[in-house]
């Protein structure tokens, strides 16, 4: 199995590792069991831009390069913008991902979905889409 | 790249200069069949033979018992299906293993019970050594075989062969060892050692992968697995891999000499499992004392494995580790699961296996180079925030 440079570039390198202190809407997503745990932190301007995000993951190499890399696509971005970000975009700005390490991409942009949604909670806003899950069930 | 260390050792060697140069001639110049009559084929013959005895003489046994097969693998299968399909024909349908056997002795074992046999799956304590008592509950009158590994490759953990030969003998069932691990780094004396069947692999000792034997003492009958063009005494089909058979013989040899040696290999893992479990929130994983002399397994909490072999990897280390990400089956090692370490420190399971070619100064330079590499992964951990916040119910 082999990761392509973008994605060592960003395992190695992770942009927008951290917290966020009073962050307008924090997704955490996964499971520890079967592997995987991703944290996501949003700051959002009044105008639904996202001005701010940070992530923390415990995970493989492709678990890590994804969330650095989906930090880096919404950042600056408007929520609804976010909230269209699928996986298949991640991998593809990374230029791709061994296929049993999809899931993992899938993760990053449920971890996203979760923080927005986190937001619409906080601020009374009704969740009007859908988070697809990237493990099964239990 | 300040330096590289291959610390993979139980996956695989490298194949030793001896064992090479002993191997050369074989291809070049004494490449007959051994069925062949004439001078070409009698000549690979003798060399097939000397093999056998050289392998026979370090093991303890005579060379007719020995048999080369394509690896330990094969030499697993053959034993297990082997035994289990002639004992049948005695009555007895009931198999003894492990929870920690290699997948090649653990999916024989699943197949044969798909095709009517039972199976009892016997467990392991905290170290990993195979409890003696659920194994003397589980044979019985029916058993026809016992396969238990000498020596665990992920955890290095060494079992109790003897006794286990002593329950299965005491019920009439055939033992048989899976070495593959053992061989070449603990002294095994066939002649005391009263297992029915053994295997063993080239590729763990500095022979060239592809290459193995499976032991089968005088006496004991099981069925082909391999049928063929009457090589091996009948016993496997297939023209005989001289070149490869001579290197397993010599790296036998070399690892023979060499078992004086290994004192020094242990210094240095119990150098890297004392320095390493200094980290917090890291523990050995296997028998501290009863273990093989180049393994070291550890598992470090609120990380996962594949991220910290990308980060070995990238500083020249090579190394291994039995965390769910890295299998294909994204499940963590059963051996870990086994010896009930919880799934969260079996996802940063990290095995370390060393060998005669390692040196002090690679054993410096591993236990430099992967604390900070568990530092940086745990501060991008969410589960170390919550220990470093003291919310961790588990630290
Ligand atoms: C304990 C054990 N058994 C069997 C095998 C399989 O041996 P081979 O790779 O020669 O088929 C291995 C090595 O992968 C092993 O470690
Ligand atoms: S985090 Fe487990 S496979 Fe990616």
Same mark, same amino acid.
């Given at each position: 199995?082999?990761?392509?440079?973008?994605?060592?570039?960003?395992?190695?390198?992770?942009?927008?590792?951290?917290?966020?202190?009073? /962050?307008?809407?924090?997704?955490?997503?996964?499971?520890?069991?079967?592997?995987?745990?991703?944290?996501?932190?949003?700051?959002?301007?009044?105008?639904?831009?996202?001005?701010?995000?940070?992530?923390?993951?415990?995970?493989?190499?492709?678990?890590?390069?994804?969330?650095?890399? /989906?930090?880096?696509?919404?950042?600056?971005?408007?929520?609804?913008?976010?909230?269209?970000?699928?996986?298949?975009?991640?991998?593809?700005?990374?230029?791709?991902?061994?296929?049993?390490?999809?899931?993992?991409?899938?993760?990053?942009?449920?971890?996203?979905?979760? /923080?927005?949604?986190?937001?619409?909670?906080?601020?009374?806003?009704?969740?009007?889409?859908?988070?697809?899950?990237?493990?099964?069930?239990? | 790249?300040?330096?590289?260390?291959?610390?993979?050792?139980?996956?695989?060697?490298?194949?030793?200069?001896?064992?090479?140069?002993?191997?050369?001639?074989?291809?070049?110049?004494?490449?007959?069949?051994?069925?062949?009559?004439?001078?070409?084929?009698?000549?690979?013959?003798?060399?097939?033979?000397?093999?056998?005895?050289?392998?026979?003489?370090?093991?303890?046994?005579?060379?007719?018992?020995?048999?080369?097969?394509?690896?330990?693998?094969?030499?697993?299968?053959?034993?297990?299906?082997?035994?289990?399909?002639?004992?049948?024909?005695?009555?007895?349908?009931?198999?003894?293993?492990?929870?920690?056997?290699?997948?090649?002795?653990?999916?024989?074992?699943?197949?044969?019970?798909?095709?009517?046999?039972?199976?009892?799956?016997?467990?392991?304590?905290?170290?990993?050594?195979?409890?003696?008592?659920?194994?003397?509950?589980?044979?019985?009158?029916?058993?026809?075989?016992?396969?238990?590994?000498?020596?665990?490759?992920?955890? $290095?953990?060494?079992?109790?062969?003897?006794?286990?030969?002593?329950?299965?003998?005491?019920?009439?069932?055939?033992?048989?060892?899976?070495?593959?691990?053992?061989?070449?780094?603990?002294?095994?004396?066939?002649?005391?050692?009263?297992?029915?069947?053994?295997?063993?692999?080239?590729?763990?000792?500095?022979?060239?992968?592809?290459?193995?034997?499976?032991?089968?003492?005088?006496?004991?009958?099981?069925?082909?697995?391999?049928?063929?063009?009457?090589?091996?005494?009948?016993?496997? $089909?297939?023209?005989?891999?001289?070149?490869?058979?001579?290197?397993?013989?010599?790296?036998?040899?070399?690892?023979?000499?060499?078992?004086?040696?290994?004192?020094?290999?242990?210094?240095?893992?119990?150098?890297?499992?004392?320095?390493?479990?200094?980290?917090?929130?890291?523990?050995?994983?296997?028998?501290?004392?009863?273990?093989?002399?180049?393994?070291?397994?550890?598992?470090?909490?609120?990380?996962?494995?594949?991220?910290?072999?990308?980060?070995?990897?990238?500083? $020249?280390?090579?190394?291994?580790?039995?965390?769910?990400?890295?299998?294909?089956?994204?499940?963590?090692?059963?051996?870990?699961?086994?010896?009930?370490?919880?799934?969260?420190?079996?996802?940063?399971?990290?095995?370390?296996?060393?060998?005669?070619?390692?040196?002090?100064?690679?054993?410096?330079?591993?236990?430099?180079?992967?604390?900070?590499?568990?530092?940086?992964?745990?501060?991008?951990?969410?589960?170390?925030?919550?220990?470093?916040?003291?919310?961790?119910?588990?630290?």
């Amino acid at each position: 199995m082999k990761y392509s440079e973008k994605v060592m570039d960003h395992f190695t390198n992770p942009r927008n590792v951290g917290e966020i202190e009073n /962050a307008d809407g924090v997704g955490v997503v996964g499971n520890a069991k079967c592997g995987d745990i991703m944290k996501m932190y949003l700051k959002i301007d009044e105008n639904d831009v996202i001005t701010d995000c940070k992530f923390k993951t415990f995970g493989c190499g492709a678990a890590i390069a994804t969330s650095s890399m /989906a930090t880096e696509l919404v950042k600056g971005h408007t929520v609804k913008e976010a909230l269209a970000l699928t996986n298949s975009a991640v991998v593809e700005a990374l230029e791709g991902l061994p296929p049993v390490k999809v899931h993992c991409s899938v993760l990053a942009e449920e971890a996203i979905k979760t /923080a927005v949604a986190d937001y619409y909670n906080k601020i009374g806003r009704e969740i009007d889409f859908e988070i697809e899950k990237a493990h099964d069930e239990e | 790249m300040a330096r590289f260390v291959y610390a993979d050792n139980a996956a695989t060697t490298p194949v030793s200069r001896e064992v090479i140069e002993e191997m050369l001639p074989c291809l070049e110049e004494c490449y007959g069949n051994p069925s062949s009559l004439h001078q070409k084929g009698r000549e690979a013959k003798e060399i097939l033979d000397s093999a056998r005895e050289r392998i026979a003489k370090v093991l303890g046994c005579d060379a007719s018992e020995i048999y080369f097969t394509s690896g330990g693998t094969e030499s697993d299968n053959w034993a297990i299906r082997g035994a289990a399909i002639k004992m049948k024909a005695k009555g007895r349908t009931h198999i003894v293993t492990s929870k920690i056997e290699h997948h090649a002795v653990l999916h024989t074992c699943d197949a044969l019970e798909r095709e009517g046999f039972t199976v009892t799956r016997i467990g392991v304590d905290a170290d990993g050594v195979v409890d003696l008592e659920e194994l003397s509950r589980a044979v019985n009158e029916k058993t026809a075989l016992v396969a238990i590994m000498y020596a665990n490759n992920e955890v $290095g953990t060494i079992e109790p062969i003897r006794e286990i030969c002593d329950i299965a003998h005491s019920k009439g069932a055939l033992v048989f060892t899976d070495a593959v691990q053992a061989v070449g780094n603990v002294k095994i004396d066939l002649s005391t050692l009263p297992v029915d069947m053994l295997s063993l692999s080239g590729h763990k000792l500095h022979a060239p992968k592809g290459i193995g034997a499976l032991f089968v003492r005088k006496g004991v009958s099981i069925n082909n697995l391999i049928e063929g063009g009457g090589q091996e005494k009948r016993r496997r $089909g297939g023209t005989e891999n001289v070149a490869f058979a001579v290197g397993l013989a010599a790296a036998l040899e070399m690892a023979e000499k060499r078992l004086c040696e290994l004192p020094r290999v242990e210094k240095m893992r119990d150098r890297l499992i004392d320095e390493l479990t200094k980290i917090p929130y890291s523990k050995l994983n296997g028998h501290r004392t009863n273990r093989l002399p180049g393994n070291a397994n550890i598992g470090f909490e609120f990380i996962e494995g594949e991220s910290m072999l990308l980060w070995l990897d990238i500083s $020249g280390i090579c190394a291994s580790t039995g965390s769910a990400c890295s299998s294909a089956s994204l499940d963590p090692s059963h051996v870990l699961l086994a010896m009930g370490v919880p799934h969260e420190r079996a996802h940063g399971s990290l095995r370390l296996s060393i060998s005669h070619d390692t040196t002090d100064e690679d054993i410096d330079y591993i236990i430099e180079t992967l604390p900070p590499i568990v530092e940086k992964l745990r501060n991008m951990s969410p589960l170390w925030e919550e220990v470093v916040k003291g919310n961790n119910k588990n630290a």
